[in-house]
């Protein structure tokens, strides 16, 4: 498994290892909140222009799109050869132009959220590989070179754009304009849920899993009678597709937690808000707290970790579902805002 993953696609994350040290020396300070944001947007937009910059034109025509273009919508959890993506393919790119897209993408999320996306990533090389559970052979084409950049809208300090990476089982959509942010609609997911990469156990979405579990069973007899509906929830309920439409939350709600409780709930949430890199994450985090009363906990299934138990999160600005395909090492996810998915609200501004 260790040879089998050293793939030029992910050659540079070693060579990214200054970068990151420099991420994490600019993320220790910490000035207010909104000027934290806006230095975050221009370090995001100087590594994007390298990027275009180290394309072509045909290149540059692949990964730029206006931003009141249909390509904000074209994502999904699908791979390549089912689902069609019209951006910069990772696989059509030379090592330089991928170690720039890769330092962007370690400039734009956090350092754990660089990580997962990573692990994401190479979760669908192994599954491409023999034996690793992808479709052999046909139109379905799985790995690390099936996946996508593009900007939609030009990358701007002050104007409105969008970062969209993604491929199967992931899709990160990051709005930016100015000082605020969005990432919503993005969704993290993953196949296999659990492998092995250079000796060690890797599970992209384990902590989301385990600090559900860890809180559905911190709750008592009562609080579990309302989290756990009485209905099965298979699917995701708003995943691709699913733009606009309303659900009405369900479950425990937070107030009806104690203090400890809504902590761990709060720790969850992270897990998702805190993809993005802490200049944005931080007020994201800051608005989901103010708005923890309005916010539900939901859950179907099984109870025991180790099951597969779906598990929904829902607030005035945030959705959040967790949805394992009839088996816990095939995972779905979704990620939204509803007063501010692709960005919407802070667009409009």
């Given at each position: 498994?260790?040879?089998?993953?050293?793939?030029?696609?992910?050659?540079?994350?070693?060579?990214?290892?200054?970068?990151?040290?420099?991420?994490?020396?600019?993320?220790?300070?910490?000035?207010?909140?909104?000027?934290?944001?806006?230095?975050?947007?221009?370090?995001?937009?100087?590594?994007?222009?390298?990027?275009?910059?180290?394309?072509?034109?045909?290149?540059?025509?692949?990964?730029?799109?206006?931003?009141?273009?249909?390509?904000?919508?074209?994502?999904?959890?699908?791979?390549?050869?089912?689902?069609?993506?019209?951006?910069?393919?990772?696989?059509?790119?030379?090592?330089?132009?991928?170690?720039?897209?890769?330092?962007?993408?370690?400039?734009?999320?956090?350092?754990?959220?660089?990580?997962?996306?990573?692990?994401?990533?190479?979760?669908?090389?192994?599954?491409?590989?023999?034996?690793?559970?992808?479709?052999?052979?046909?139109?379905?084409?799985?790995?690390?070179?099936?996946?996508?950049?593009?900007?939609?809208?030009?990358?701007?300090?002050?104007?409105?754009?969008?970062?969209?990476?993604?491929?199967?089982?992931?899709?990160?959509?990051?709005?930016?304009?100015?000082?605020?942010?969005?990432?919503?609609?993005?969704?993290?997911?993953?196949?296999?849920?659990?492998?092995?990469?250079?000796?060690?156990?890797?599970?992209?979405?384990?902590?989301?899993?385990?600090?559900?579990?860890?809180?559905?069973?911190?709750?008592?007899?009562?609080?579990?009678?309302?989290?756990?509906?009485?209905?099965?929830?298979?699917?995701?309920v708003l995943g691709p597709g699913q733009d606009g439409k309303v659900i009405q939350p369900e479950g425990?709600?937070?107030?009806?937690?104690?203090?400890?409780?809504?902590?761990?709930?709060?720790?969850?949430?992270?897990?998702?808000?805190?993809?993005?890199?802490?200049?944005?994450?931080?007020?994201?985090?800051?608005?989901?707290?103010?708005?923890?009363?309005?916010?539900?906990?939901?859950?179907?299934?099984?109870?025991?970790?180790?099951?597969?138990?779906?598990?929904?999160?829902?607030?005035?600005?945030?959705?959040?579902?967790?949805?394992?395909?009839?088996?816990?090492?095939?995972?779905?996810?979704?990620?939204?805002?509803p007063t501010n998915d692709y960005g919407a609200k802070i667009a409009a501004k």
């Open positions: 498994m260790r040879s089998m993953l050293r793939l030029p696609v992910l050659a540079p994350l070693g060579l990214l290892a200054a970068l990151t040290a420099t991420g994490l020396a600019q993320r220790s300070a910490a000035p207010p909140a909104s000027a934290a944001a806006a230095a975050a947007t221009a370090r995001i937009v100087k590594a994007a222009q390298a990027v275009a910059a180290s394309l072509d034109d045909a290149g540059r025509a692949k990964l730029q799109f206006a931003f009141d273009s249909t390509q904000k919508s074209n994502w999904s959890n699908l791979p390549s050869g089912i689902y069609e993506r019209h951006s910069l393919r990772m696989g059509d790119l030379t090592p330089p132009q991928k170690a720039a897209v890769l330092a962007l993408l370690e400039t734009a999320l956090s350092r754990d959220g660089y990580r997962k996306v990573m692990e994401i990533v190479r979760g669908d090389e192994v599954l491409r590989r023999p034996g690793g559970g992808g479709a052999p052979g046909g139109r379905v084409a799985f790995g690390e070179a099936e996946y996508y950049l593009a900007f939609v809208g030009t990358p701007s300090t002050t104007a409105a754009w969008m970062l969209q990476f993604g491929g199967h089982h992931l899709a990160i959509n990051l709005t930016m304009a100015g000082s605020a942010a969005s990432m919503a609609p993005s969704l993290p997911a993953a196949q296999p849920a659990k492998y092995t990469f250079e000796g060690k156990e890797i599970r992209p979405l384990g902590r989301e899993n385990d600090k559900a579990f860890e809180l559905i069973n911190a709750l008592d007899a009562g609080q579990r009678s309302q989290a756990v509906l009485g209905s099965t929830v298979a699917d995701l425990l709600k937070a107030s009806a937690m104690t203090p400890a409780q809504q902590t761990m709930l709060l720790g969850i949430v992270r897990e998702w808000a805190g993809i993005m890199t802490d200049g944005f994450a931080e007020p994201r985090m800051a608005e989901i707290r103010a708005n923890l009363p309005q916010t539900w906990f939901a859950w179907s299934g099984p109870t025991t970790n180790g099951s597969a138990a779906y598990f929904r999160i829902q607030g005035p600005t945030l959705v959040i579902e967790y949805a394992p395909q009839r088996t816990i090492d095939h995972i779905h996810t979704i990620y939204r805002d």
